[in-house]
């Protein structure tokens, strides 16, 4: 499953990180999983709307973690 270990990943990125676009530190196969889009169609909506997608997919990225690790764990 792609989403836990990238979840992991997101959670002890290196300090150089830039906090308010980890989105561009995702492979392309990563974004399109995550986002349900490619960059360029990400990268043509509105700040407003980025910020929300963002939002919504670390929201689900976060909760799909939980519920993995609780199933795993049983």
Known sequence: MLAY????????????????????YLSDEEFATIF????????KLAKWKRDGEKKVSIASLFL?????HRVTEG
């Not at 270990?5 to 980890?22: G, I, Q, S, V, W």
């Not at 349900?36 to 990268?43: I, L, W």
């Not at 799909?64 to 993995?68: E, K, W």
């Open 5 to 24: 270990p990238l979840f992991a990943e997101l959670l002890t990125r290196p300090a150089n990180c830039d906090p308010c676009a980890l989105e561009t």
């Open 36 to 43: 349900k889009m490619d960059k360029e169609a990400f990268n």
């Open 64 to 68: 799909f973690a939980t519920f993995s």
